[in-house]
């Protein structure tokens, strides 16, 4: 990119409508408590923009099958009670819900899901 296109890439960034949705998604708050995520090496994983109210995002895919994660901390895309992952297609065709926390659970609704 050179100088040109980055100055004019730099004018329709709206800082201050950045830097106000971080601190209502609490982004810097959610980078501690997130877990690590040690994924299988045979998936291949897609990190993805948030959207819709989500703070992470990615899709995980195999030879067979494609999925989406995300994860609410505010009960913003659907109710959980407290942040949660969800997982579409899960491995019955809906969705799947478990803690932010745990990560096992997480790990092996995707390996489900993948399969299924």
């Not at 004018?11 to 949705?21: A, G, M, P, W």
């Amino acid at each position: 990119m050179n100088l040109k296109n980055w100055a004019e890439n730099q004018e329709k960034i709206d800082r201050k409508l950045i830097y106000d949705h971080e601190l209502k998604m609490e982004y810097h708050k959610w980078i501690t408590k997130i877990p690590y995520i040690n994924f299988p090496s045979n998936w291949q994983v897609q990190i993805t923009p948030p959207f819709a109210g989500a703070v992470v995002r990615f899709r995980v895919k195999n030879d067979y099958r494609e999925i989406s994660v995300y994860l609410d901390c505010y009960d913003i895309l659907g109710y959980y009670g407290k942040p949660y992952w969800e997982i579409y297609p899960a491995s019955d065709q809906d969705i799947f819900r478990c803690d932010m926390e745990d990560v096992d659970t997480l790990l092996k609704e995707i390996k489900l899901s993948l399969e299924s």
